[in-house]
């Protein structure tokens, strides 16, 4: 994966193969992402992305290391990803609104495509769609992970949204209150409609487990008031109103790493796995 430049077509397709995201591709769609593909080196210590700055591109990087730096309360949590990797692939998906600073550790050499083109080329190949969500959960997951300590609050309904949230939700409260969620912004009303449709608002007693460490993962949950904590085996962090939990596990490989625990009297809707 290291030997750059990567001239011929056929060299960035093994490239990218090698890539986590895309394993198991089938050979046309690694060549058409190939196609779209351009080379990039950064030096040691050169930032390869700032806080904060828009994503207009995807690195995969197959040689060297990078830093992630995130912004938190407590000042800065960095974990450093060896190859291969990407760089803005999932917090491009999940439409992140404060994506990390990432700078070269070390000599690293990339191949990078638009978040313009690949939007395209997943739009049209649903394959893509699946493998790059299933290798992004497993990556976001093992980055929680590592952040111990240093993990933040899941990011929930923005203060200025002012929600009251009735003791009774009609199907059309329920969609304006999930769409003011941050990770289910922008999405598809009528897709957004087939994942909540059926489902009541469930209550959750202060004490009372979503899940624990170790359960299948079966859903994801939209914290529509109350508050939940996590178990702390990986740093402990709070979702409130607004808040998606497990939404990073709803695609990944393996079971919850770690579970959540309400604080409050708290109320969740839930998307399935097997729906969404």
Same mark, same amino acid.
């Given at each position: 994966?290291?030997?750059?430049?990567?001239?011929?077509?056929?060299?960035?397709?093994?490239?990218?193969?090698?890539?986590?995201?895309?394993?198991?591709?089938?050979?046309?769609?690694?060549?058409?992402?190939?196609?779209?593909? !351009?080379?990039?080196?950064?030096? %040691?210590?050169?930032?390869?992305?700032? %806080?904060?700055?828009?994503?207009?591109?995807?690195?995969?990087?197959?040689?060297?290391?990078?830093?992630?730096? =995130?912004?938190?309360?407590?000042?800065? %949590?960095?974990?450093?990803?060896?190859?291969?990797? &990407?760089? /803005? @692939?999932?917090? =491009?998906?999940?439409? +992140?609104?404060?994506?990390?600073?990432?700078?070269?550790?070390?000599? *690293?050499?990339?191949?990078?495509? $638009?978040?313009?083109?690949?939007?395209?080329?997943?739009?049209? =190949?649903?394959?893509? #769609?699946?493998?790059? &969500?299933?290798? $992004?959960?497993?990556?976001?997951?093992?980055?929680?992970?590592?952040?111990?300590?240093?993990?933040?609050?899941?990011? /929930?309904?923005?203060?200025?949204? /002012?929600?009251?949230?009735?003791?009774?939700?009609? @199907?059309?409260?329920?969609? &304006?209150?999930?769409?003011?969620?941050?990770? @289910?912004?922008?999405?598809?009303? +009528?897709?957004? +409609?087939?994942?909540?449709?059926?489902?009541?608002?469930?209550?959750?007693?202060?004490?009372? %487990?979503?899940?624990?460490? /170790?359960?299948?993962?079966?859903?994801?949950?939209? #914290?529509?008031?109350?508050?939940?904590?996590?178990?702390?085996?990986?740093?402990?962090? =709070?979702?409130?109103?607004?808040?998606?939990?497990?939404?990073?596990?709803?695609?990944? +490989? *393996?079971?919850?790493? !770690?579970?959540? #625990?309400?604080?409050?009297?708290?109320?969740?809707? $839930?998307?399935?796995?097997?729906?969404?």
């Amino acid at each position: 994966m290291a030997r750059l430049p990567l001239v011929s077509p056929l060299d960035r397709a093994l490239f990218l193969k090698a890539q986590p995201y895309f394993g198991g591709l089938p050979s046309n769609l690694l060549a058409l992402l190939a196609s779209h593909s !351009e080379e990039e080196f950064f030096p %040691a210590g050169a930032w390869i992305r700032r %806080a904060h700055d828009p994503i207009d591109t995807i690195h995969f990087f197959g040689s060297g290391r990078i830093a992630v730096e =995130h912004a938190c309360a407590e000042g800065k %949590a960095q974990f450093e990803v060896d190859p291969p990797g &990407a760089v /803005g @692939l999932a917090d =491009h998906f999940a439409q +992140t609104f404060a994506p990390p600073a990432v700078r070269a550790l070390v000599d *690293t050499f990339c191949l990078t495509i $638009s978040t313009a083109d690949l939007d395209q080329i997943v739009e049209d =190949h649903f394959a893509l #769609v699946h493998t790059i &969500a299933r290798a $992004s959960c497993d990556a976001v997951v093992e980055a929680r992970k590592s952040l111990a300590t240093a993990r933040h609050d899941e990011p /929930g309904f923005d203060a200025a949204d /002012g929600l009251d949230t009735p003791v009774v939700l009609d @199907l059309v409260q329920r969609l &304006a209150h999930a769409r003011r969620a941050p990770l @289910l912004k922008g999405i598809n009303l +009528t897709i957004l +409609t087939e994942l909540i449709k059926l489902d009541e608002p469930e209550r959750i007693a202060p004490g009372q %487990a979503l899940w624990k460490a /170790g359960d299948q993962v079966d859903r994801m949950v939209l #914290v529509l008031d109350g508050r939940f904590r996590t178990d702390g085996r990986y740093g402990t962090a =709070h979702a409130g109103a607004g808040a998606l939990i497990g939404a990073w596990e709803i695609a990944a +490989t *393996t079971p919850h790493f !770690e579970g959540w #625990v309400a604080e409050l009297p708290s109320r969740v809707l $839930s998307i399935e796995r097997e729906l969404f």
